[in-house]
């Protein structure tokens, strides 16, 4: 079957042309064809279609093989051309060749068209596929320097024949340890000596054992960089040979610092979660303890003479159990279960209340400077846990300047956005007031950094301070709903930064402290619940001892029976807040419609889930942190029964 081949002729001879598609398709092709004789026509033709053979005519009138073949130049063509005259002479022919023509022809002598047509589009089609193939060498060549030199990781190539180092290493080198690609297969011992030094020997051993067993080699370590920074790699590496069949490994490093830095963070905060629940939970029990020591030590005070010898025995235990007690509320502040009673307030005005507090503190060698942010928004806290955060950091920065220094405490308003958060795991974005206090201390460094909000942890020597002050601050501040962070560096002093949310609701208005004086006593009738036998036993006695008729219950279910069953007032319910079954706050809510006169007093040395939205009681509630003393826990009750009645 002919093979079909599109011709162009640059021949002004209709019967010379006629003549070459003749002997074409005599030697089997089946022939397309165009006679063009003017450059103009040769332009149009070339851009109606692509053509496999350009046949054409040396001298014409006008326009002949020269200026048809540079035109064939100019458009880049790779079609075969072909100069067919009967005039040419041998140097003609020549400077022809050199111009781009494949071959020339006489008129004379068509014998060698055949040939020569199916030679040159051999050739051509041979060409061609060449080209293709280098294109998509290169394609492939420019895919792979992609792929290697923009992915987030680097490859290298090493020889695992001794004291041979790495063959190739891509340029991410650079950016990832600020020595380049030249640096790094110029210095075999390179990576060898910029490995951590406490995870050196485990690499190399690991490096040996996988060359000698064959298996791939797999291993996170550090890394120091150019500029003395740590970074963490993970390198895994694979063995293969080259060519010659000489064993290199192709590895595959990823930096994995941020990955680290993360999962350091997450156990730390796990840590400190897991120590949260420990210490909430002993809290507990303790306080439960501390109140019948506490209450049982000062009945027997009372019931003793001022000469009596067993009285400063008695004092210390006393005082023993006001020392645990407050241990204990460092505690639940650390673990965020302590009661809070929040109320909208200005950081500011806190500030300043305490400022007169903090000069005496801190002493005469200290600069105090207070910058008050203007327009400051307000948080919703418990004025009483915001001093402690102030005072805790104030006492911190301190005891970091022994010979003195400057101590600056600043509130502003602070937007947390996404870009923040990123770097400052823990936060979130949104609207906050900021509350910072800086020192000009010793300072610290990472390592005490990761470890000072834990309870007990101090760097203090023994006998200053229960480690327990900044662990309470961060309690405080999670319970509040904020964020702390911290910047130090050793000899450059140290800034805490607590972020509060704000809120655009009004301050609240202020609320009077209990009167102190005398505890006083009653006749009213108060509902006693509690769970624990010994503790119960104690507020019984003391509220007893008082005037007062108790109803004691040792649990809600009981308490409602008794309420249902007693016809006569019932003054005050005295409730534990965290009880099996139901909380105290929940069973002042179903005794309430049927007591509607009835005053609550809320008591608890540990909330536990008794309380949603982190622990937080109503302004109004009233409410009594165990353990406390007999005195206390007498005042405490004449106020809220002589408290005037709440509007329904």
């Known amino acids: ?33 165009e006679r063009v004789d003017s450059e103009a026509a040769m332009v149009r033709a070339l851009d109606q279609q692509p053509w496999d053979l350009i046949l054409s005519d040396f001298q014409m009138p006008g326009f002949g093989g020269p200026a048809a073949l540079s035109l064939h130049k100019r458009r880049g063509l790779d079609t075969p051309f072909l100069i067919i005259s009967g005039t040419i002479n041998e140097e003609e022919a020549v400077e022809s060749m050199k111009a781009g023509a494949h071959d020339f022809l006489s008129k004379t002598n068509l014998a060698r068209l055949g040939p020569a047509v199916v030679r040159e589009l051999r050739e051509t089609q041979q060409r061609r596929a060449g080209r293709i193939a280098d294109e998509q060498r290169r394609a492939a060549e420019e895919r792979y320097r992609m792929l290697v030199e923009r992915m987030p990781a680097l490859t290298y190539l090493a020889s695992t024949e001794t004291g041979r180092g790495p063959l190739f290493v891509s340029p ?17 011992g390179l990576w060898t000596r910029q490995i951590h030094a406490d995870d050196r020997d485990r690499v190399l051993g690991e490096v040996r054992r996988s060359s000698e067993s064959g298996e791939p080699f797999v291993s996170t370590y550090r890394l120091q960089t150019r500029d003395g920074r740590t970074v963490w790699w993970h390198d ?11 064993r290199l490994v192709l590895g595959f490093v990823t930096d994995v610092t941020e990955q680290k830095r993360l999962e350091a963070q997450l156990l730390q905060a796990q840590k400190m979660e897991a120590v949260g629940q420990l210490a909430g939970g002993v809290a507990h029990d303790f306080n439960n303890l501390l109140s019948v020591i506490t209450g049982y030590s000062e009945m027997l005070l009372d019931e003793m003479g001022p000469n009596d010898p067993r009285v400063p025995r008695l004092t210390e235990i006393r005082r023993a159990a006001e020392r645990a007690a407050s241990l204990t509320r460092q505690l639940l502040a650390f673990s965020r279960k302590q009661v809070l009673q929040p109320r909208i307030l200005d950081l500011n005005s806190i500030v300043t209340d305490t400022e007169k507090m903090l000069r005496r503190l801190i002493g005469e060698n200290i600069d105090l400077v ?17 001093e402690q955060i102030i005072m805790n950091l104030t006492v911190n920065a301190r005891d970091a300047m022994p010979q003195g220094g400057n101590l600056t405490i600043e509130t502003a308003n602070r937007e947390i956005d996404a870009a923040y958060t990123r770097d400052h795991p823990g936060a979130q974005t949104g609207s906050f007031v900021m509350l910072s206090v800086a020192d000009t201390g010793s300072g610290m460094d990472r390592a005490t950094q990761a470890r000072i909000f834990e309870p007990f942890f101090t760097t203090k020597e023994a006998g200053r301070g229960t480690g327990l002050g900044l662990s309470t601050v961060y309690g405080i501040v999670k319970q509040s709903g904020g964020y702390i962070e911290v910047d130090s560096e050793p000899g450059r002093g140290t800034t805490f930064r607590v972020f509060l949310p704000r809120t655009e609701r009004a301050v609240d208005a202020s609320v009077a402290a209990p009167a102190g004086g005398a505890p006083g006593s009653g006749d009213e009738t108060v509902l006693l619940v509690e769970d624990n036998a010994a503790v119960a036993a104690v507020f019984r006695e003391v509220l007893e001892a008082r005037g007062y008729r108790v109803l004691p219950a040792k649990d809600a279910a009981e308490a409602i029976e008794m309420v249902a069953a007693h016809t006569e007032p019932i003054h005050l319910l005295m409730t534990d807040m965290m009880m099996p079954g139901m909380s105290g706050r929940e069973l002042a809510g179903r005794l309430k419609p049927t007591r509607p006169e009835m005053k609550v007093l809320l008591v608890s040395g540990y909330a536990g889930g008794a309380l949603p939205d982190q622990q937080a009681l109503d302004p109004e509630e009233a409410f009594l942190q165990k353990p406390f003393s007999s005195e206390d826990l007498a005042r405490k009750v004449r106020a809220v029964l002589e408290s005037p009645a709440k509007k329904r």
Not at 23 to 32: H, M, N, P, Q, S
Not at 173 to 188: K, Y
């Open 370 to 386: 207070t910058v008050r942010g203007a327009g400051l928004g307000r948080v919703r806290a418990d004025p009483g846990q915001l």
């Open 236 to 246: 895994e590496a694979r063995p293969t040979r080259d060519p010659l069949a000489r």
């Open 172 to 188: 991410q080198i650079h950016e990832m340890t600020g020595f380049t690609a030249e640096e790094w297969l110029a210095d075999t």
């Open 1 to 33: 079957m002919p093979a079909p081949l599109r011709v162009l002729l640059v021949e002004d001879n209709e019967d010379d042309a006629e003549l070459l598609v003749r002997e074409l398709g005599r030697i089997g092709f089946a022939v397309t064809w």
